[in-house]
């Protein structure tokens, strides 16, 4: 029996050399290690003094049965370390830290230890070699060790981490990452009744001087207003309803000392993590842009294709089959093919419709590079030519985006796209007669119209005014569903313009501009021929 064992060991081992040996022919163009190593010493320079930050990769997520959705990495996971792979932690220290043997270290990635077998079904794991050579870490070790760890977490003075969500199965592997959470809870002596919005408002308090506490309590009700369980919280409910700045001063102590009972802090890390994300590095510009550019040339390829006899999958599947063709892993987020009515709905991905006929169809989809994903909308009418009503719709949409891109200029708020493009929205609906009440265009344009973009669709940012080598999005929309309260000739028109803005020191830049967007040039385009023209299928039952 020993004898047996030796030899399928053995026979696994040589399969496991065989497989593992010749170098895996990979993309050349992700981001160096010597970026991911730039953004820990980032974070670490923004820490507080006599701190660690612990970092959790995104769990393994379960499709169906025996059968897992493809992984994706947390972002800010990725962000620092390159690392693709799941059940895998990362410590970083303010402060040099020293084992019993004297060694020093600022940093600790645990990892997913090779396995022979594991890796015959599911491919090459870096493990602790791998770590160390491709990314670039010191300290590396299996995530079987990190419940060996022997470190004081009770001896900093704070332990910075990002809550935990209830989304992780427990695979009974003392190295997955449920057995790594269970560890990090109790090294850090985490409370059972730990709430991290509590924290944040409590947070809040403490750091809000007494002359601008009724702002900060307005702010704390609206939270309430939300949260049936934070209305429950007396401390809350007390800054709140306190008819004067003594007693909120007296709250705010009582708030400080119960945030001083631990040293849990999930917040900060959230800050650090927004700042350092918001502005985009060249390197990540490089990737960015290049996810963009495939997005856009997937826009310009449907265009051409386009038919009245297609159906919204058909449509998804032209603009992914561009991704692919360009290397793209994945799509951003869920594609959003609607036509006609279907455009209406914001965040439509049934994407079944069987044909989409003589209706515009909204198209917003976004392909994934190397991490950094795309935002790219456009609305085409099927049959190759807007219709009036269509056309007069679309105008307004275009020339609000185009005073909200103006608007994308370094030092103004936040805010400053969306406030011109909903001016223009409201007095372009007045105008037609869409409706009558300034108050009533909110009901055709129910959506702001920037997010941040980059390793997140809707991506990490402070919301502060806007600086230099940040990427947004400019996206405003008129949505007509059928049976509102308009004149008739107006339903089921659905028209969302969306491009890429890098606000730069010269102005914005529109990185998304290959693909089409005024309607002339829109229906310039679809009267070229498509390389999709002649592929043909044979017809199915």
């Known amino acids: 029996m020993r004898k047996r064992i030796r030899t399928v060991f053995g026979v696994l081992t040589m399969l496991f050399i065989c497989v593992t040996s010749k170098a895996q022919d990979i993309p050349k163009d992700y981001l160096s290690a010597e970026f991911h190593e730039g953004r820990r010493e980032a974070v670490r320079k923004m820490m507080p003094g006599n701190s660690v930050a612990v970092f959790f990769a995104n769990p393994v997520r379960n499709r169906a049965n025996d059968v897992d959705y493809i992984y994706h ?97 427990d695979s009974r592997d003392e190295a997955d990452l449920f057995s790594l959470i269970k560890s990090f809870k109790k090294k850090a002596n985490y409370p059972a009744d730990y709430d991290a919005t509590k924290q944040q408002l409590y947070s809040m308090i403490k750091s809000t001087e007494v002359e601008n506490s009724a702002n900060v309590a307005q702010i704390l009700g609206r939270y309430m207003s939300r949260d049936e369980s934070l209305k429950e919280d007396e401390l809350l409910k007390g800054f709140v309803d306190a008819p004067d700045d003594k007693l909120r001063s007296d709250i705010k102590e009582k708030v400080s000392l119960k945030l001083a009972a631990n040293n849990l802090n999930s917040v900060i890390l959230g800050e650090i993590m927004a700042t350092l994300r918001e502005t985009k590095t060249e390197e990540e510009m490089v990737l960015l842009k290049k996810a963009i550019e ?99 719709i679309y105008d307004i949409v275009y020339e609000a985006q185009e005073a909200g891109i103006k608007a994308s200029v370094v030092g103004a708020p936040f805010q400053a796209p969306g406030r011109v493009a909903s001016r223009l929205v409201t007095e372009g609906l007045m105008k037609l007669g869409v409706i009558s009440k300034e108050e009533d265009a909110r009901t055709y344009f129910p959506h702001g119209t920037s997010h941040y973009l980059g390793l997140d669709v809707h991506d990490k940012g402070t919301y502060q005014a ?73 017809h199915l039952d």
């Open 73 to 169: 990495q947390d972002p800010d996971f990725y962000y620092l370390t390159g690392y693709n792979e799941p059940n895998s932690v990362l410590l970083i220290f303010s402060e040099t830290q020293y084992s019993d043997a004297g060694e020093e270290y600022d940093e600790i990635l645990y990892v997913q230890e090779r396995d022979p077998r594991a890796e015959q079904w599911n491919g090459k794991r870096l493990g602790i070699e791998g770590a160390k050579e491709r990314l670039g870490f010191t300290t590396v070790y299996n995530g079987s060790e990190f419940s060996k760890l022997d470190l004081n977490l009770q001896g900093f003075e704070n332990v910075l981490f990002f809550d935990f969500k209830n989304d992780v199965r």
């Open 294 to 392: 495939i997005s856009a040339v997937g826009q310009v390829e449907v265009m051409k294709a386009m038919h009245p006899n297609m159906s919204e999958t058909e449509i998804q599947g032209v603009h992914e089959y561009v991704y692919k063709k360009y290397g793209a892993e994945y799509e951003g987020y869920p594609s959003i093919v609607g036509g006609g009515n279907n455009g209406c709905i914001l965040h439509y991905i049934e994407n079944n419709k069987p044909e989409v006929g003589d209706e515009l169809v909204l198209m917003d989809l976004g392909a994934e590079y190397h991490g950094y994903t795309a935002d790219v909308t456009r609305t085409i009418p099927a049959n190759g030519k807007f219709s009036k009503e269509q056309k007069q």
């Open 466 to 538: 806007f600086k230099p080598n940040t990427v947004i999005t400019v996206e405003p929309g008129i949505y007509i569903p059928e049976g509102s309260d308009c004149d008739q000739k107006w339903w089921g028109i659905a028209v969302r313009i969306e491009d890429d803005i890098l606000i730069t020191d010269e102005g914005p830049v529109n990185l998304s501009a290959m693909a089409p967007r005024t309607t002339e040039a829109i229906e310039k385009m679809m009267k070229q021929p498509s390389p999709l023209d002649h592929f043909k299928l044979p």
